[in-house]
């Protein structure tokens, strides 16, 4: 380790004004090895993903792979396009994913507010509940879920993966937003009050609104973790109702060999809006993520 | 109904109003978990088809022909999963976040990049495995064969030996980035002057590690163990689709096993059976759990 300066106290009042730039040691030897390690083991199998979509079908099945392509086409992409049953999966992907989003953040806001707000009592159980709910594998649930949706005909339809989607998602939403909740001073709210807003004006008027980039931040992890959802889309529906990721499986896994380079393509396409979504609002999700960690 | 404490005009006590608040969110853990959870604890004592309408009462046949089937290999699978991949994904995002933790080049930016494989959809996590392990043309055997490390071509997800180490690779490819966004961002909180305080007494960054850094990152590590555990206590998608629980059983999980008897295999009330025994496994472990880490903060 270098020795400290003589005036290392002295040092402190400058880097007051950027301490976020400033702050750490230097990096060490040992933190740049690991960065590139781990760096070649998180990025390398993109690096491969990327590639093998871009390869022609003819190139891949050789062994060894090489790891630098000759050719390079797009011709992965277009048969994805043109092939009517990944459009319908995809089109069903973008309208549960959008109607869970939009149905979490409804009923996420109102329990969040309720949780930061509100003093009743169970309140803390609930909150407890909501989370214990977690707990509960989804596999078990499917079983009874399954019979009740088809009595009620809801087999193969939206509303059943909007619902279950919905309910997984609740629990990190309602925490997510009730941390973002318990930042809006309390004077806003009685201030509204004393000028006779009713509970109703106070959420809609005030609370939401300012809370807006808390919402759009929750509404955007609804959707990935419905564009993302496996296991409901597998057993609630059928070949018409899919989502994309049991409607890959169903399509390119199988059969004699996989055709590789179209599910890379596939893959590229299905992360897309995923990545782009998470590059948009990271700095509020990461927030949100380490939140209630960081305080307890 | 309660004396109203601000002179507004509302029809409801605050604390009903907040009640009321949350019934939609209620209503939904009602419906999607408790009464699932109700039904199919029930059905475990019932022969019952997914096919056929219709159940009888045959008491615990279910769980006796579960105990003697693959029961204790499905536990053994579970708990082994359960703890590679748990544990091969703290390890790896510690060792990043603390890396990270440094004055290092574009820190905020390579944060970002590397929680790209967390956001990715698991199925596509699955594809993205299942073509760097394929047997014939994958890129694993190539690299292995070109630098001399084994002569044959691995089957890697086809063999018993090897599938459950696969998978669990391929777990903590996708899981390590939070982790190591949460482990940051604890790293992020402890004050400089506590690090340089201890410099300047003589320990060393093995002694720094264990008596400044990991006390102060505890209830982090604790949160994040105990969520891992439970999310892969139950994880289907990325085993499923790798190995769909073989070759041979030997990475068949409790979920594997549920949904495979319930929706392959149509017995309602085995699978029922299964998950119940799988719900205690659950249940006794975040017990456990949440009792030694309250042991461990009276101490």
């Known amino acids: 380790m270098t020795a400290a300066p003589p005036d290392a106290t002295s040092t402190a009042p400058e880097a007051a004004p950027a301490p976020r730039r400033r702050r750490g040691r230097p990096p060490s030897w040992g933190a740049i090895v690991t960065v590139a390690v781990l760096g070649v083991f998180a990025f390398g199998p993109v690096y491969w ?58 009923v996420s806001a109102y329990t969040a507010y309720s949780f930061a707000k509100f003093r009743y009592r169970g309140r803390r159980s609930l909150m407890y509940l909501v989370l214990a709910s977690q707990m509960f594998p989804q596999a078990l649930l499917l079983i009874t879920l399954y019979l009740v949706f ?14 279950s989607f919905t309910t997984f998602t609740l629990p990190l939403c ?123 | 109904m309660t004396t109203p404490t601000a002179p507004a005009r509302r029809g409801l006590s605050d604390g009903a109003f907040g009640l009321l608040l949350t019934l939609p969110a209620l209503a939904l853990f009602g419906a999607v978990v408790l009464y699932p959870l109700i039904g199919a604890l029930t059905t475990s004592v019932f022969a019952q088809s997914l096919v056929v309408p219709g159940r009888t009462f045959v008491g615990l046949d279910n769980f006796r022909a579960v105990l003697d089937g693959e029961f204790w290999s499905i536990m053994r699978n579970t708990i082994v999963y359960t703890i590679g991949s748990t544990v091969a994904p703290v390890v790896v995002g510690f060792a990043l976040a603390l890396a990270l933790n440094s004055r290092i080049r574009g820190r905020s930016v390579l944060r970002g990049l590397f929680l790209f494989p967390w956001v990715i959809p698991g ?48 777990k903590t490819w ?103 025994l799988w719900l205690v496994l659950i249940m006794a472990l975040v017990v456990v759990y949440v009792r030694i880490s309250e042991r461990g903060e009276q101490a």
């Open chain 2, 174 to 276: 996708a899981s390590f980035p939070w982790i190591m966004v949460m482990l940051l961002a604890g790293l992020q909180t402890i004050p400089a002057t506590l690090t340089e305080a201890a410099s300047l007494d003589g320990a060393g960054p093995v002694a720094r590690f264990r008596h400044v850094t990991l006390p102060h990152l505890r209830g982090i590590l604790g949160i994040v163990v105990l969520l891992e555990v439970i999310w892969n206590l139950q994880h289907f998608d990325m085993i499923y689709v790798l190995t769909g629980g073989g070759p041979a059983g030997s990475t068949t999980t409790f979920a594997v096993a549920v949904y495979d008897t319930a929706f392959k295999g149509f017995d309602l009330g085995k699978a029922s059976a299964l998950g119940a």
């Open chain 1, 150 to 163: 088809s009595q009620v005909g809801l087999l193969n339809s939206y509303l059943a993966l909007i619902l």
């Open chain 2, 123 to 170: 199925v596509v996590v699955s594809f993205v495995w299942l073509w760097i392990f394929n047997a014939n043309y994958g890129l694993l055997n190539g690299i292995l064969v070109g630098l001399g490390v084994v002569d044959d071509p691995i089957t890697w997800l086809g063999d018993p030996g090897t599938a459950m180490a696969a998978i669990i690779i391929a």
């Open chain 1, 174 to 296: 309602i925490w997510m937003l009730k941390g973002f909740f318990d930042t809006i001073p309390d004077e806003l709210i009685e201030a509204a009050k004393v000028d006779g807003a009713g509970q109703g004006a106070i959420i809609h008027r005030i609370l939401l609104p300012v809370s807006l980039p808390g919402l759009v931040a929750t509404g955007l992890f609804a959707f990935i973790r419905g564009w993302n959802d496996f296991i409901f889309a597998l057993t609630l529906a059928g070949p018409e109702k899919q989502t994309l990721p049991p409607g890959l499986v169903n399509t390119f896994l199988g059969e004699v060999e996989t055709a590789w380079p179209a599910l890379m393509a596939a893959s590229l396409v299905v992360s897309l809006p995923v990545v782009i979504g998470f590059a948009v609002l990271q700095r509020y999700l990461v927030a949100g993520l380490t939140a209630g960690a960081v305080k307890g």
């Open chain 1, 49 to 106: 993903v990327a590639v093998t979509a871009f390869t022609p079908t003819a190139d891949v099945f050789r062994f060894p792979p090489r790891l630098f392509p000759e050719r390079l086409t797009v011709e992965n992409f277009s048969t994805l396009w043109d092939n009517p049953v990944l459009l319908r999966y995809l089109a069903n992907s973008l309208i549960v994913s959008t109607l869970t989003a939009l149905l979490t953040v409804v």
